[in-house]
């Protein structure tokens, strides 16, 4: 069966005349999300609000990782005339619904990248400028951020699986990532009418290892300190996951309670993956006991547990001394044994760090590695951010260092943040790869498949799709003392008080001839002192 | 000999109606600088009539069998422009008007008015009927309701919606218990057969946007009482004002645009809590089980039947009649643009707006009420935005917003001189864009006032210099006063 075009990655978009459906009255879907969609042309919207960073190399692969802090990428339609201004409202009116500073976003962090994001949903070209890409790196996420995202689930947080969702939990956590993705989908298999997807997702790493006194256990009340009892009533698929891969065949190392009623197996991201699932809908969960617990042991305690390292993974950090220029480097692995492949690397660099291009280097095992694709745009002094793309082919089993050195401009002194010292941020860089996947992978059924391994379809079997990002950067500009200017106008002007005040005392001050008087008592003291000398008194 | 006698009796006297009014003391007139916060608003109108006899098409289509054809068949012969009234004056004998009714106001801009009792009588009747069809004091004032002192106009004067260039319609249903009830609407089809019609007729005044949307979850702040008798439960009238605000933020405001929101929620009760009642203050159920706040909307609580086996399934699927719920929010929506229907003498008989839900003349009567209204909003606007300028002074004031502001000016004077005249419809285009101007002047970002230091602040950066020069100079203006004290007092030592 031929894959619709939307089930593939980036879709190159066979389809003519795309007519997105103009809506005005919704059911399931928010209208605030709705009304903004249809009022600024929006053609696929993904915004993720992300606290924390995923550590891929001791996590492995991310089901859907963001960058630290708000993200966000945008697709308008072409029939959107200025995308800048549409670009500016959105983003402001964002800001309003989810309670984030998303109205930062200005013309000085947002670029159009032309390779690494293409719709995800139908499209009907892929004319990159009608995209914008922005990353506010210093964002913080909290909890006014999760009640919006809460409000737009149907249910809000009454009823199913959302119940869990309490605040105090879930930034209990080692990482934190909500995201909302808006596409038009087709709604059938024939694709004749096309449908909104609005899809919410939410990333929560609980690190129980530390919190739960070296014990890996964990239980749904463990975590949320509540358990699931019903589900949305709304909702027509309703499923708990739980990843119980077995590590290798022999052994059973875990046990998973209640007994799964159904078990599924996929190959989730190159990785064979077997999940016991939980059907909130189906009648018979809730028959014996009222609410659904599920619980995870250990049978043993395990010395290596060690998840295998993912195929690609990258690092990025900052190097160099001083006050003046730098260095950035990034790392990328691939650690498939015998496939290379290519990825594509996007840098967003704000334009305080004056990046040296001649100084790009691309080193893969001691040689240099040409890339095939290169999109450079050179930042403009607070207008506009550097903006590279590469297409870089990773040899198997490689490490691949990219550097890139930079010179840190002077602020003014308006420009800076309220805390200089605490440094400058700079977003983390964006891999997208199709990564060949090390077992055949079947081509599964999307209606089967569960909701979370289809926002990003594989494309066949021999790969798939991945995006990754790097850590962001914070480096240090040359910040100068505040407090100088004060500084400045005390100096000065107590000098100049001072000069004023003696001038203005000779000016003023009336001159007397004083009489001699018998004298105070020091010379009263040194008369005494004459008399006993014998010397005549003063 | 009056007028009425010269003519030939029986023969219907047809009046044409100008309402011309002026509006003067805005304190616009002249340049900004004449505003005063403290202006005093007052409107005078006047009248112009011009009498005529009917011509045979008139006289052949008040030949009708009844007052609605004979309406309906005046109207291509009626001056259609907006504000003018056409009345036919009907002699006391005709079968034209029912028994008892001597005024018959149509759905268009003309009206039948029996002629009886003396020119006198007749011409109060003119007068009240123009009144009804046009615009009254009370209404004007309602339409300045913001800019008049508490107290001095009804509760009924701040229910109407301010005048805007657009609205925005919600109707939403709120489900608050999807477990036990799956309710289905027709939105789609009630809004264009229902809604749609009338607000064609309202483009005129604003730009409309209707949408809808259905919250689960979703309810009221107050929990209804039992009442054993009816076995039904009851929300009195004083438990009402708690009962928006849980929903309200649940309603979500209109981020894509600024214009102000009509909210109409259709509620389903639970099932733990229905049927549910509204009381009214003497404690008897409203008959239409549906309450609306003052510029903000309408609830109406639709209670579903209870399921005739207390075993059937749930959820229960309920569809909702729209013709019963769409009554009631356009009844709503009506009273909240403030076309009510005023008490009238039992002489009067107004048709109704049929299908359309609006007469042409109260689509005038809204026009003119907006129109007043629109200029004084400017008037505020510019005024406070001069007293702006007068706090700070120096404010950069741009060539855009300068330009704002002197087209927000001309519009306004233009508005008041078309009004003065009587052309309504370029009155209040003329008053649009000149709230269009001067909003546009006054939200200008250039001028918001934290961006200017106050120069209180100024002077505290200069303490450091002001501070250590002070104290020479006032020691020394102490010596001064000492050594006077000490001159005054030499003399008599020297005695």
Redesign the interface.
Known sequence: MPRPCWARPWCDGGRQGLTLPAVSHYRLFPKALGRLVAALGVQELHLALTQGFWRTRTWGQPPLQAPAGAELWVWFQPTVMDVDKAWKELSNILSGIFCASLNFIDSTNTVTPTASFKPLGLANGTDHHLLRYAVLPREVVCTENLTPWKKLLPCGSKAGLAVLLKAERLFHSSYHSQAVHIRPICRDASCLAVSWELRQTLTVVFDTFSSGQGKKDWSLFKMFSRTLTDACPLASQSKVYVDISPKNKEKELLEVTPTPASVYEAIVQGDKRTYAVYDLLSPSLFNTSRSLNVQLKWKRPQDSSELPTPVLHAQRYVSGYGLQTGEISTLIYNTHPYRAFPVILLETVPWYLRLYVHTLTIITKGKENKPSYIHYQPAQDRRRPHLLEMLIQLPANSITKITIQFERALLKWTEYTPDPNHGFYVSSSVLSALVPSVIAMKDVDVEQSPLFTSLFPSSDGSSYFVRLYTEPLLVNLPTPDFSMPYNVICLTCTVVAVCYGSFYNLLTRTFHVEEPTRGGLAKRLANIIRKFRGVPPL | MTLWHVLPRGCPLCLSTWLLQRLWGLGLVGSLKLCSPAVRTSITSRYEMVYRSTTAQEEAALGAATAQEADAALRPLQDASLGALTMYVVPETSSLLPQGISVYVGKHRGALVRAGGSLAALRTRLRQLTQVMSFTASSIAAALSDRVPDGQLGPDARRHLKSSLGYEI?FSLLNPD??SHAVDWD??DA?NRYVQPVLDKLSLVANF??????L??AVLGVTPRFDKESSSFLLSAHSLPHVINPVEA?L??????LYPVLNFLLYVPERSHSPLYIQDKDGAPVSTNAFHSPRWGGIMVYNVEAPASPQASL?LHVDVDMVRVMEVFLAQLRLLFGLSREELPPEFLLESPGSEGLAHWELDRLLWAHTVENIATVSTTLTSLAQLLDKIGNIVIKDDVASEVYRAVASAQSAMAKLATGHLHSAFQASKEAVTSSERAFFDPSLLHLLYFPDDQKFA??I??F???A???LL?LAKIVRETRQRKKEPTKMD
Request: hydrophobic letters at 35%; aromatic letters at 10%.
């Open positions: 919600t999807p477990k939105i789609e809004v946007s209707v949408d809808s949307q259905i689960y979850y649940r979500g405001s209109s981020a894509a645009s959820p950066i200069y450091p210099l501070l250590p020069m104290v020479p100079i020394s």
